[in-house]
């Protein structure tokens, strides 16, 4: 089966005076029809970048450098601003985590919306207008038909983030970028968002690329996760597989920061040491040995493959069997920790 999208050794730049700095470097994942991955990660990881070089809104100076991009088998990554543009609203639809910057506040949301349906459907002016009441309708807009004439700042940011969520699907996109879709929500207002966003896909089969920096809603949301740091993917599988044994370790730091309602309530949560790194100062070999407990001599000179690792695939040196074996403590403590150490067998003593 084809892939919905599929990104393939993708390179993102940014020149500035003091050099070119790589903002996504070698990343690669696949969405398949109808499917949810979660794409997670600390501030500055990467996530919204990935997503606007997906849609082809990367802010200049920042540019694709190298890789594929492919929607349904179609390279996108090469096509010209105006080609873009037909793809941009009609197969990829995108929902910004500020619904203030989707909506023009100077026009009704109906016309909105129609504007949009008229745009990417060759239908009449009539019968957009009652496709936009429709998708009001079916994203929990109540009165739609006297919302129609409303204005942005009329509406509530949860129903401003609804109307949003109808203009994303107007044109029965093929895939929808999410990207923070619920930061400035409330959270009761947070689960009716993601689970709206979950049942309107799934019931159009729509695939889902869900932007968040939060675990919590990715784990509710998401058929497959994809865990990056520093621009690199760190590791991708299925939520249920990496929620219950994360194999990369900042994906189990980022899992152990997650509280719990029945752990100990004086128990404290475990943080991650240290920031994610400045573009302009990624370290040598793994990007993310400065802050992990696990390292060892080769995090620090070389980068790390992609390793599989049971249903998982993770950017980890203890999932390598070949070159150098961590120290036997290092192995102990992954172990301990739950991480599937490969590289167990030749561990230096």
Same mark, same amino acid.
């Given at each position: 089966?084809t892939?919905?999208?599929?990104?393939?050794n993708?390179?993102?730049?940014?020149?500035?005076r003091?050099?070119?700095?790589?903002? /996504?470097?070698d $990343?690669?994942f696949d969405?398949?029809p109808? #499917?949810v991955l979660?794409?997670v990660?600390?501030s500055?990881a990467?996530k919204s /970048?990935?997503?606007s070089?997906i849609i082809?809104?990367l802010?200049?100076?920042?540019r694709?450098?190298g890789g594929?991009?492919?929607?349904?088998? #179609?390279?996108?990554?090469?096509?010209?601003?105006s080609?873009?543009r037909?793809i941009?609203?009609?197969? /990829?639809?995108?929902i910004?985590?500020?619904?203030?910057?989707?909506?023009?506040p100077l026009?009704?949301i109906?016309d909105q919306?129609?504007e949009?349906i008229?745009?990417? #459907?060759a239908i009449s002016?009539?019968?957009?207008a009652?496709k936009?009441e429709?998708?009001?309708?079916?994203?929990?807009i109540?009165? +739609?038909?006297?919302?129609?004439?409303?204005?942005? %700042?009329?509406?509530?940011?949860?129903?401003?983030?609804r109307v949003?969520?109808a !203009?994303?699907l107007?044109?029965?996109p093929e895939?929808?970028i999410a990207?923070?879709p619920?930061?400035?929500?409330?959270?009761?207002v947070?689960?009716?968002?993601?689970?709206?966003?979950?049942? $309107?896909?799934k019931?159009?089969?729509?695939?889902?690329?869900?932007?968040t920096?939060d675990?919590?809603?990715?784990?509710?949301?998401a058929?497959?996760?994809?865990v990056?740091?520093?621009?690199? !993917?760190?590791e991708?599988g299925?939520v249920?597989?990496?929620v219950k044994?994360?194999? %990369?370790?900042?994906?189990h730091?980022l899992m +152990?920061?997650?509280?719990?309602?029945?752990?100990?309530?004086?128990e404290?949560?475990?943080q991650i040491?240290?920031?994610?790194?400045?573009?302009?100062?990624i370290?040598?070999?793994?990007a993310f040995?400065?802050?992990?407990?696990?390292?060892?001599?080769?995090?620090?000179?070389?980068r790390?493959?992609i390793?599989?690792?049971?249903?998982?695939d993770?950017?980890?040196?203890?999932?390598?069997?070949s070159?150098?074996?961590?120290?036997a403590?290092v192995?102990r403590?992954?172990i301990? +920790?739950?991480?599937?150490v490969?590289a167990? #067998?030749?561990?230096?003593p």
């Amino acid at each position: 089966m084809t892939a919905a999208l599929s990104v393939r050794n993708l390179r993102v730049e940014i020149p500035t005076r003091r050099g070119v700095l790589t903002a /996504i470097d070698d $990343l690669s994942f696949d969405i398949a029809p109808g #499917e949810v991955l979660g794409v997670v990660g600390e501030s500055g990881a990467g996530k919204s /970048i990935t997503g606007s070089a997906i849609i082809g809104l990367l802010d200049p100076p920042g540019r694709v450098a190298g890789g594929e991009i492919l929607l349904s088998g #179609e390279r996108i990554d090469n096509l010209s601003p105006s080609a873009m543009r037909q793809i941009r609203g009609k197969r /990829i639809g995108m929902i910004f985590q500020d619904p203030l910057t989707s909506l023009n506040p100077l026009y009704r949301i109906g016309d909105q919306l129609t504007e949009t349906i008229l745009t990417h #459907e060759a239908i009449s002016a009539k019968a957009a207008a009652e496709k936009a009441e429709r998708l009001l309708v079916e994203v929990g807009i109540p009165a +739609a038909g006297t919302r129609m004439s409303s204005y942005p %700042h009329q509406f509530s940011g949860g129903m401003r983030q609804r109307v949003v969520i109808a !203009l994303a699907l107007a044109a029965d996109p093929e895939l929808v970028i999410a990207d923070e879709p619920t930061t400035a929500l409330d959270v009761s207002v947070q689960a009716q968002i993601i689970a709206l966003i979950k049942r $309107l896909c799934k019931d159009r089969g729509t695939s889902v690329m869900l932007i968040t920096h939060d675990m919590g809603v990715i784990a509710e949301t998401a058929d497959r996760v994809c865990v990056l740091y520093a621009g690199r !993917l760190a590791e991708i599988g299925a939520v249920r597989d990496v929620v219950k044994r994360a194999q %990369h370790p900042y994906t189990h730091g980022l899992m +152990a920061a997650i509280p719990s309602l029945i752990d100990d309530p004086n128990e404290k949560l475990e943080q991650i040491p240290g920031s994610m790194p400045r573009l302009g100062a990624i370290p040598a070999g793994c990007a993310f040995n400065p802050r992990c407990t696990y390292r060892f001599g080769r995090c620090m000179r070389e980068r790390p493959g992609i390793y599989p690792v049971g249903a998982s695939d993770a950017s980890c040196f203890l999932h390598d069997a070949s070159g150098e074996a961590p120290p036997a403590a290092v192995v102990r403590n992954a172990i301990d +920790a739950g991480i599937d150490v490969r590289a167990s #067998e030749g561990a230096e003593p």
